[in-house]
Antibody
Framework: QVQLQESGPGLVKPSQTLSLTCTVS??????????WSWIRQRPGKGLEWIGY???????FYNPSLKSRVTISADASTQDFSLNLSSVTAADTAVYYC???????????WGQGTLVTVSS | DVPMTQSPSTLSASVGDRVTITCRAS??????LAWYQQKPGKAPNLLIY???TLQSGVPSRFSGSGYGTEFTLTISGLQPDDFATYYC????????FGQGTKVEV
């Protein structure tokens, strides 16, 4: 059973960089054909895909966020990370990591972590 | 970008009802569509992928259909555990979600 767990600060100041890590267990982020995504959900709103990193390390980002997003991975620790720069209050959301992306559905999700952008 | 339009946004139903939720894509996405159920404070849970394939462990009262631009999620015999918000997700062109349908009493 694949499990994902997000970690990182729950509070980020405006204009700073939001950094989160997703640790994967029960599976490998380098498993052939796998994609690993970040998805967010603003309070009371719907779901927004942020981007993915593939098992080969290639990345693809939502065009609306592309200029501020970096996703990276560390196979040695089986985790992948999200950096979102120049945050504003509009980036306040629950951030989820999930397995899936590309031409794949999201079949495993982390529990989500709330990140609030506030001074 | 492929916007997804879900309807209705809210649906009032009773236990035992047959419930249908519709999702329309702005362009053809083939069968590259999934459905999720989300309960308050929880992550979404995959119900259906490839438009009509039931995810392992999901009750058979859930079914999906459609191809191209119009898709439906049907719950045949609503159970108390099914009151939740449902999202469609297209993965033909990166990923976009519908705005959600809240199924309430």
């Amino acid at each position: 059973q694949v499990q994902l767990q997000e970690s990182g600060p729950g509070l980020v100041k405006p204009s700073q960089t939001l950094s989160l890590t997703c640790t994967v267990s029960g599976g490998s982020i380098t498993s052939g054909g796998s994609f690993w995504s970040w998805i967010r959900q603003r309070p009371g709103k719907g779901l927004e895909w942020i981007g993915y990193i593939s098992y080969r390390g290639s990345t693809f980002y939502n065009p609306s966020l592309k200029s501020r997003v970096t996703i990276s991975a560390d196979a040695s620790t089986q985790d992948f990370s999200l950096n979102l720069s120049s945050v504003t209050a509009a980036d306040t959301a629950v951030y989820y990591c999930a397995r899936g992306g590309g031409i794949n559905w999201f079949d495993y999700w982390g529990q989500g972590t709330l990140v609030t952008v506030s001074s | 970008d492929v916007p997804m339009t879900q309807s209705p946004s809210t649906l009032s139903a009773s236990v035992g009802d047959r419930v249908t939720i519709t999702c329309r894509a702005s362009q053809s996405i083939g069968a590259w569509l999934a459905w999720y159920q989300q309960k308050p404070g929880k992550a979404p849970n995959l119900l259906i992928y490839a438009a009509s394939t039931l995810q392992s462990g999901v009750p058979s009262r859930f079914s999906g259909s459609g191809y191209g631009t119009e898709f439906t999620l049907t719950i045949s015999g609503l159970q108390p555990d099914d009151f939740a918000t449902y999202y469609c997700h297209q993965y033909n062109t990166y990923a976009t979600f519908g705005q959600g349908t809240k199924v309430e009493v």
